[in-house]
């Protein structure tokens, strides 16, 4: 089945020639000129397959939009932006987007990043990872159930993006040993050399602030200075 696309963008030539470009990949596109309307057809028509968004967006900007998004849906995201500035790269990923692709680009990369995020959606749990308890405090006992896809707090289900998931359930895997950065770059972005290792911290970042008992003081996935990161399960 052909892969919807979603293509949220206000300049009229850019959206013309990114939509051109992604049928000639094979993609089925779908456009928005402005966030609002996006959030229109998202809400009309269900999310699609993959979404590119742009940050400067007349009207509600792009990490407003990417945070609207990511209150019911776990859509795949990348920001497609002229602005490669740190602060903007990191803002983004923290509001929810996956990736980060600076313009202008090369369209077999931007593809080669879409169907890696697409890969990650078909295989959102391993069956090969049995039902694990990372917290085992009686008032927050925490759980990883790779195989419902879902992590569990005190019985709650705790809503995660598929990136945040696939992360937990790597860190879960390898339970106390160190994980490089790089090495969580091939196992969850699965892109190599496209790999930045600043959407590996952010993500961990947001992660830590849906599960550690205190995101100031981490206990459950700690930083390995030099190294990377480790998972502990916490008694």
Known sequence: MTAQLMIVEDDTR????????????????????????????????????????????????????????????????????????????????????????????????????????????????????????????????????????????AGEEVHLTLTEFRLLCELAQNDSLVLSRQVLLDKIWDRGFFGDERIVDVHVRRLRTKIERDPADPRLIVTVRGLGYRLDVQS
């Open 14 to 153: 850019v959206r013309a020639s990114l939509r051109l470009a992604m049928e000639d990949e094979g993609y089925t596109v779908a456009e928005a000129d402005c966030a609002e309307n996006a959030l229109d057809q998202v809400h009309n028509l269900g999310a699609p397959d993959v979404m590119l968004v742009d940050l400067m967006l007349g009207g509600m900007d792009g990490y407003t939009y990417i945070r609207e998004v990511r209150r019911a849906h776990d859509v795949p995201i990348i920001v497609v932006s002229a602005r490669d500035d740190t602060h903007d790269v990191v803002a983004a990923l923290e509001a929810g987007a996956d990736d980060f692709v600076t313009k202008p680009f090369e369209v077999k990369e931007l593809s080669a990043r879409i169907r890696a995020l697409r890969r990650r959606t078909r295989n959102t749990t391993d069956r090969d990872v049995t039902e694990t308890v990372l917290d085992a405090a009686a008032h927050r006992r925490l759980v990883l159930c790779p195989e419902r896809g879902a992590l569990l707090l």
